[in-house]
C-alpha cells in the first residue's frame, strides 16, 4: 500500500480481569500479550500509520500486563526521533491496579486515562467495595497528576438506571472534565426501565445547560459520534473499523475494531474471522496488504443506511437514521448476526436522539457548541 491509512492502533492486552461487572460481555481468561506479538505487529504495522499515532489500550484489565505496555511505549519512543512519529497513548482500565508507579508512569508519557466508573452503581454493577477506592483515585489523579487527561466512563443498565443523573452530577463535581455515559444495551430494558432513563437524562440535560460555563464538561453521550460521514441529509453512520484503525489482539489476530476481537472470542464464529480478521502477526507467510484489500470490502459495507432490524424493518427507511449510530458488532450480541439491530436497540437509539435534540436545541439558542473543548 502506498498510502498510510491507520491514526489508531489498539492493543488488546489480555483478556484478564479481576472485576465482575455485570454487564461485561466479552469472555475472561488468563492470555496476555506477549512480547513476540508486541515486536511482530510494530515491525509490521508501523509504516502503515501517519506520523502522528493514538495507541490505545484496551483488555480485560489492561494494567495486568502493565510490564508489556512499559515494552511498548519503550519501543515506540524509540520511532520518535528516527521515524518522525509522534505517539498520544490513551487507555480503559477498571482503575484498581493504579499505583504511584503506574501514575508516575502515565504522567511521564501523557497517558489519557479513561477511568470505568459507574458512580453510586458501581458497587452494584461492577466490585462491592470499589466506590470508595475509585472516587478517592479521581480525586488523587487530578490533584497530584495534572499531566494526567482523565475521563470517566459510567455503564448504566435497567437496575442501575435510576442512579444515572446523580452519578453524573457526582463525577461533574468531582472535577472531571470529559465525562463519557454508556449503556448496557444486550439486556432486556422494559417500559419502566426506558420512562426512568428518559427522565435521567432529561434532569441531566437541565442540569448540564446550568453548569455549562461555569464548568465546560462535556458529557459524550452529547457530543456528535466519530463514524459521521458526509454532510446535512447524507451524515449517515458508518463503521470505523479498518479505515482509520487497527487492532491487535493478544493472540496476535489482527482486526479493523476491537469488537470484531470480543465478538469471536465469545462466539467463535468462523465466519466473523474469515470476513473481518486481517491475519495473525506470527504467521510468517502473512501477506498482511493483500489481506487488507480482500477484508476491507466487508467493514466498508457496515453503514446504517444497510443495517435490518430484528422485525426486517431497514434502517434506510427509519425517521431516526440520521441520529442513529449502531454499532453492527455490539449490536449481534442480542440478534448473534453483524449488521442485524435488535428492536430494543431502536428504542433506545429513538431515546437518544430525543434527548440529543433537546440538548442540541438548548446549546444552538445559547450559541454553545456541543464539541469537546
Ligand atoms: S461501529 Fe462498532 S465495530 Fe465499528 S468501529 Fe465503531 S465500535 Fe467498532
Ligand atoms: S432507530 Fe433502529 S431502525 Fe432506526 S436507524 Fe436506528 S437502528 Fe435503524
Redesign the pocket.
Known sequence: MNIKPFSKLIFIMNNKCNFHCKYCWPLKGDDIISEAVIDKALKLLLSYFQNSIQVIFYGGEPLFSFDQIKFIVDNLQQNIKKDCLSFDYHITTNGSLLSEKVLDFFQIHRFQVVLSFDGYAQNKSRKIGSYTDLSQKITKILNNHPGIPLATNSVFMPQTVSYLFQSIRLVVELGVKDVQIAFAEDCIWDDAHIQTLKSELIKLVEYLSEIYYEKDVPVNLFKRSEGKVGEGVSRRFQCMGGIDRMVVDHWGDLWGCFQFNEYFRKTLDPTVKALYAFGNVMDERMDFEENYRRVMPNYLKLR?SV?V?TEN?S?FL????EM?S?CPVYSARLSRQIGM?PVS??QF??LLSEIKELYSSYCSSQNISMEAP
Open positions: 446504517q443495517f432490524t424493518t434502517c427509519c425517521d431516526h437514521i442513529c449502531s439491530i436497540h431502536c437509539q429513538s
